[in-house]
């Protein structure tokens, strides 16, 4: 089988257009939207051009997507979401590469797939669950096989919405800066193990600083790859 052919860009982009109105009835991408999609799709899609479009773009770090409130990030993540599943479950229903690993292997290594958690929940989750929410999204944060952590598969989650949460969340009186946490442990694991974050937010580099500390604005400078999404609410 030849992998490549399943990723040529126009199915990508019948992909796009299908879940995008699965999300957002009557979805287009207009002539800001379609610079944005192509450069984060060249990312997902580990296209090697990427590095090319900034200096400090690397395929092995995460993503940060800024832009104002309504401009469409949390819908992009939600529709790259979708299209990097579809090809998940293409080839996990190949039975070649259901069962021999090295075989799945050598398919998605054309992309990389992530999981979607709200900022806003995760402090929420914590107030009632507590340090057990923080380990699963760092240290407990890998593929399963056989019931137990692939720790040479880490997970790539992205945190959509980052400073819409309550800033300090409490477990029987043990306050934490939730998002703080995660993003300061998935650094270090970023450095030992290359797992990758992906950030939407509508922070400015000043907001995330006053937000989270100067230490998180720092590492996130290290471990993501930022992609400015213009425009204005489109809800209004």
Do not use: W
């Not at 030992?192 to 950030?199: L, Y």
């Not at 580099?205 to 213009?230: A, D, H």
């Amino acid at each position: 089988m030849n992998y490549t052919q399943t990723f040529k860009p126009k199915n990508v982009i019948e992909l796009i257009y299908k879940y995008g109105n699965d999300i957002v009835p009557g979805f287009y991408l207009n002539d800001i939207d379609v610079k944005v999609y192509d450069r984060v799709y060249r990312y997902f899609f580990k296209d090697q051009y990427f590095e090319s479009l900034q200096p400090s773009y690397r395929l092995n770090k995460g993503l940060l997507v800024l832009g104002n409130v309504g401009v469409g990030k949390s819908v992009m993540l939600q529709v790259f979401y979708d299209v990097l599943k579809h090809y998940n479950r293409l080839y996990s229903n190949i039975p070649k590469l259901k069962y021999f690993s090295s075989e799945l292997d050598k398919a998605t290594e054309h992309f990389q797939s992530f999981e979607i958690y709200k900022a806003n929940d995760l402090s929420g989750l914590y107030s009632k669950s507590g340090y057990e929410i923080i380990e699963q999204h760092t240290v407990k944060s890998y593929m399963r096989q056989n019931g137990i952590n692939n720790k040479d598969y880490p997970l790539s989650i992205c945190y959509d919405d980052l400073g819409a949460e309550e800033q300090y969340s409490s477990h029987y009186g043990c306050k934490v800066n939730v998002l703080k946490e995660i993003l300061l442990k998935r650094y270090d694991l970023f450095m030992a193990k290359n797992m990758r974050t992906i950030i939407t937010t509508n922070l400015s580099s000043e907001q995330i600083q006053s937000y989270y500390g100067e230490r998180v604005l720092s590492r996130l400078r290290e471990m993501v790859n930022v992609v400015k999404y213009p425009g204005f609410d489109r809800r209004k």
